[in-house]
């Protein structure tokens, strides 16, 4: 879940037992899971922001730098912005609403 708020900070994500809904309002972007028959899960994604894949890159580099605790991340705050970054400030980071 910290990657994936990390991701797509604005959505609000809801979930039960068999599916993951991601919802950003301020958009109208969205994100429905669903459990695939054949195994897996099927994503549907709607609006100007494709919201799994968001999470998925940003899963998927997490994973790259070898899954580190949330110690292993920093925060910058500036007047113009906040911003998240992984390992080192110059390493991949992500942008907060400010």
Known sequence: ???????TPQAQPSWSEESILLLDVGTGS????APDPA???TVYQHGPI?????VEEALLTWQKAGSPHQSGFGLTVTRERQ?????DPAGPSWNLPA
């Not at 494709?50 to 968001?54: A, N, S, T, V």
């Open 39 to 41: 195994g897996g899960w």
């Open 1 to 7: 879940m910290w990657m994936a708020q990390l991701a």
């Open 83 to 87: 911003r998240v970054w992984l390992g």
């Open 50 to 54: 494709k919201l799994w894949d968001e």
């Open 30 to 33: 969205r994100a429905d899971t």
